[in-house]
């Protein structure tokens, strides 16, 4: 240290010595400012990137309970597949392609003509509406962004990967380098969800599925249901 203060002040006494120590002082002097933006930003950048990723605010815990009316919507390829009724528990009353349906823990029946038959599952997706996975689905999503309104509702904007999908709904391990899916959750003004719209085209397109693909679930009435009447006794 001894030494470089003299060289500085034997520099010093030079003709071109003082521009020389002025102008890499302030060389010296950026450097340091640069670096240290860099790795404290990256810091801060790291600290919301957690914070963005935190949906504890939104609960889930009125659809997990299982007593709701609910319209479902499939838009697959162009094509809407359209499911509307209630649940309670179980056991669902719905209706889809102008058909009604009767859902009894994993056995469908469609009423034929005024008599009740078994029927196959005629849900597609139906994954992405069992309410344990929707649960899953959002409180993995990473939080972007939120839109509030002057009604007291607010679009809860998310990403959704498609390893993430993969690993929830199917177990399955996959490390596909994809442009996250959009998730939009809607809550009204006392906070609760009542719409989840999934924008899942670029999952669709990964898993060689389809062309284009968007689940939307709207949910109406929580805890209402009384019964189910089982028309099959």
């Given at each position: 240290?001894?030494n470089?203060?003299?060289?500085l002040?034997?520099?010093k006494e030079?003709k071109?010595?003082?521009?020389?120590l002025?102008?890499?002082f302030y060389?010296v002097?950026?450097?340091?400012?640069f670096?240290?933006?860099?790795?404290?930003?990256?810091?801060?950048?790291l600290?919301?990137?957690?914070?963005?990723?935190?949906?504890s605010?939104?609960?889930?815990s009125?659809?997990?309970?299982n007593?709701?009316h609910y319209?479902?919507?499939?838009y697959l390829?162009?094509?809407?597949?359209n499911?509307?009724?209630?649940?309670?528990?179980?056991?669902?009353?719905?209706k889809f392609?102008n058909n009604?349906?009767y859902?009894k823990?994993?056995?469908?029946?469609i009423?034929?003509?005024?008599?009740?038959?078994?029927?196959?599952?005629p849900?597609?997706f139906?994954?992405?509406m069992?309410?344990s996975?929707?649960?899953?689905?959002?409180?993995?999503?990473?939080?972007?962004s939120?839109?509030?309104y002057?009604n007291?509702?607010?679009?809860?904007?998310?990403?959704?990967?498609?390893n993430?999908i993969?690993?929830?709904?199917y177990?399955k391990?996959?490390d596909?380098?994809?442009?996250?899916c959009?998730v939009i959750?809607k809550?009204n003004?006392?906070?609760k969800i009542n719409?989840?719209?999934?924008?899942l085209?670029?999952?669709?397109l990964?898993?060689?599925l389809c062309n284009?693909?968007?689940?939307?679930l709207?949910?109406?009435?929580?805890g209402?249901?009384?019964?189910?009447?089982?028309?099959?006794e």
């Open positions: 240290m001894k470089i203060i003299e060289n002040n034997s520099l030079t071109n010595g003082k521009p020389i002025f102008f890499g060389f002097f950026f450097i340091f400012i670096l240290f933006i860099r790795f404290t930003g990256t810091k801060d950048a600290l919301q990137e957690y914070e963005k990723g935190n949906t605010l939104l609960s889930s009125d659809i997990i309970k007593n709701y319209d479902f919507k499939v390829d162009g094509n809407l597949y499911y509307y009724g209630k649940r309670l528990g179980n056991v669902e009353s719905f392609n009604d349906y859902k823990n994993d056995n469908y029946f009423n034929n003509n005024g008599t009740w038959v078994s029927n196959d599952n849900f597609i139906r994954e992405y069992e309410s996975n929707v649960d899953l689905l959002v409180t993995n999503s990473y939080y972007v939120k839109t509030s002057d007291g509702s607010i679009d809860y904007n998310l990403l959704l990967s498609s993430t993969n690993k929830l709904l177990d391990d996959t596909l380098e994809d442009i996250p959009d959750v809550t003004d006392n906070e719409s989840i719209i999934f924008k085209d670029n999952y669709c990964n898993s060689d284009s693909l968007k689940i939307e709207n949910y109406d009435l929580f209402e249901v009384n019964k189910i009447d089982n028309p099959i």
